[in-house]
């Protein structure tokens, strides 16, 4: 980058010019470019980045705003502290070809960004003043040391850490501000009953005694709104009898409605009493119809840190198609009543309703919607994102749309709310529409004459939310059966394999089970989502227009029927899955049964080879006595032998003292005859063995049993063993006769 170039580009830059620096150079410390082949380039995550960021806003590093996120961290979704002017930094970079961008793809099918300094970047390092490298060393370095900080997760929370160093960021650490709020639910959703009641009474609490908990005490505040409302939408798999138990859960069909409901299950409901946290909810029905839908308010009282006062109210409708609303009205936040609310503000408030909601809706709603839900959300159902709505009757300053799309700080604040911003439009002269990839923001006198038309726009969004988590969930259950695949494949030479196998393909048959209910559940409920009809007048024709609620519809149907080929996919593999666990089951029956074959051949050569030396025993044993009791015989005569009597004189002199070999030789013809007498009589035993045949026959009848003790007592019988059972005492006798052994 030439000097003119910097000087234009910096010029452009003067107020950040200092963060852009110490960004920039914090990429470069984590990253590097491979020097030759044999090398790697190293890459910084966004995410980590993101982490990064945060901590150097704390620790005054970068100048920045942050905000409470919702983000994926390795299958679990986690609220993040994000600075949306430090990513809007990030975008500039790029921009500016002083960073180079890479995209990946990650285990949860979720695209991963990564960034690293490009050659431009690398000159326009050069002219980085040393004061500002050494800022961000003290930063991102290890404390007296220059061992670079990296970030970790544990999976609860992030982890700055080096070698023998580790310090826990509280990125995920969310903050509260003190508000009042009231319940609100639209007319559109109405059915009769009484109205919602109002807390504006009480809007006061806030700023007499509430506080906030926020770290960054110098909250820079662009846009600020005047009588909001809020709804946080999510779709939930429902159904006319889910909304029946619901009705039930809630008292709706009692002659008194309502009360205190808790998720906490009785697991001794014929006990006397239940101990329980006192963080209840308060439920007041509005209006039901038995199997459509269900209206109600929830006072909710949880305990919040010392300090922050919390009047929060929902309105809460929930319908059998499976779009749920958790609406507030704001009376007031902090010291402000009513109006000048600070989308600062409004970014942690929107983190509570969707944090509470959550808990709401898991204590009214069935177990087994809880547990599609765990399984869609991966176990993580509780922290599941939803869909954001913002109406607000004023927005200062009151700019056109396209003055708000300014790529700077009028789009980091609506990022705060409704997440990246697509797009934004002018319904009339005072009112405006932005579209963000978390929600909606509309704003203007008549905004809330269109609720019908938002209500719509933002219950197509939940489900099309829903609908992406549900094609994660179906991907990530085809990467379970090609693990499930490869541990089959281990069988031959594992012994735990198979029952491994057996395991995972019962639980991945439960799920499978499961996902092709929630896909039944979707395609009833885009049957049942209607369009609205488009209003008459001008400004409704041209928000219905923007919203493209036919054309969204459309789109959602086709996703449903996509995802429907990919879990049939998932099911036929699922069977193709157990074909072939059962085929190496049989063939490891097979080679068991071979193998015992073996073993069984083996034991028999066994048993007659000890058959053989039992009788080689024998016959020795027989040798020794006889040994032994001559030798007995000897020690009683003393030294007297047959070669001292006078009738084998004559033999003695001529045969052995003449002619010494002669004995010998008979001597060893002696020896040679006993060897053979013993070896015959050893052959004649074991093969005498070889003929028994020993026949094993179970007969399961009646028997007479006194003719069966005679036909015992007629035999040659050496072992029996009798069983008696029960009072008519059938006996089970077990004989074994010279050659026959009958059962």
Known sequence: MSCIRKAIFFCELTNNQSL???????????????????????????????????????????DYDYAPQSSLVENRRVWLNVSQEGQSDIELLREEELINALLVSSKSYKPVVLYQVSDKGQEVMQDLARQEKEAVNTFAHKPDSRELLKTTWDGECFWLESSGYKRRSTATDTEDVSYVSSAYIPQCLRFGGRPTMSNAHRAHESGQTGIDNIRDNDLEEIVTLNSVSMIVAEYIPF????????????????????????????????????????????????????????NFEAEIRFREDMGVVQVETFGISMNAEGTCFYGLQLEAVMNRIKDNISLDHLSR???????????????????????????????????????????????????????????????????QVIGDTKAAFDITEQDTLIFGSQGLLCCGPTARNYESLLCAYISFNSLDLFLQNFFSR?????????????????????????????????????????????????????????????????????????????????????????????????????????????????????????????NTRTLCSLQVANGDAVRSLKIL?????????????????????????????????????????????????????????????????????????????????????????????????TTEERKYEGKKQLVKVTCKFLYVRVE
């Open 20 to 62: 852009l620096y110490r960004r920039l150079y914090l990429i470069h410390l984590h990253t590097s470019k491979a020097k030759d082949r044999d090398s790697k380039d190293r890459w910084l995550r966004k995410q980590s980045l993101d982490i990064l960021i945060y901590e150097g806003v704390i620790s005054s590093l970068f």
């Open 239 to 294: 159904g006319s009898n889910q909304i029946v138990q619901l009705n039930n859960n809630v008292g709706s069909t009692e002659r008194v409605q309502g009360g205190y409901i808790s998720s906490v299950i009785d697991g001794d409901s014929s006990g006397t009493a239940l101990e329980l946290n006192p963080e209840l909810t308060s439920v007041e029905v509005l209006d039901y119809t038995q199997t459509n839908h269900l």
């Open 349 to 415: 408030i929107l983190v509570d309703i969707q944090q509470d909601s959550s808990s709401i809706v898991d204590s009214v709603m069935s177990q087994y919607q809880r547990e599609l839900l765990n399984l869609v959300f991966i176990g993580d159902a509780h922290n599941r994102n939803k869909i954001n709505l913002i109406i607000a009757n004023e927005i200062t300053p009151h700019l056109t749309a396209g003055e708000f799309m300014d790529k700077g700080e009028y789009e980091n604040e609506f990022k």
């Open 474 to 598: 179906v991907l990530l259950h085809n990467d379970d059966l090609k693990a499930s695949y490869q541990i089959v494949e281990k069988v031959e030479y594992d012994p735990l394999a198979l029952t491994q196998s057996r395991n995972r393909l019962s639980t991945l048959s439960k799920d499978i089970i499961m996902l092709d209910q929630v896909l039944g559940y979707l395609d009833e409920a885009l049957q049942m989502m209607d369009v609205p009809l488009e209003p008459p007048e001008q400004a409704g024709r041209s928000l219905y227009n923007r919203l493209e609620l036919s054309g969204m519809r459309d789109m959602l149907v086709r996703r449903a029927n996509d995802v429907k080929k990919n879990l049939t996919a998932s099911q036929r593999n699922l069977d193709l899955l157990r074909e072939r666990v059962e085929i190496e089951s049989h063939n490891r029956n097979v080679n068991m049964s071979l193998q015992l074959e073996k």
């Open 621 to 717: 044993q027989t040798i020794f006595a006889g040994v032994i009791a001559f030798d007995f015989l000897d020690r009683i005569t003393g030294d007297w032998t047959v070669v001292d009597t006078a009738w084998m004189s004559g033999f003695v002199d001529t045969v052995i003292k003449e002619h010494t070999l002669v004995w010998f030789a008979i001597s060893i013809v002696a020896w040679c005859l006993a060897a053979y007498l013993v070896s015959r009589r050893l052959y004649l035993a074991n093969w005498k063995s070889r003929g028994v045949t020993t026949i094993s026959i179970t007969v399961n009848r009646s028997i007479d049993t006194a003719k069966l003790k005679e036909l015992i007592q007629e035999k040659e019988k």
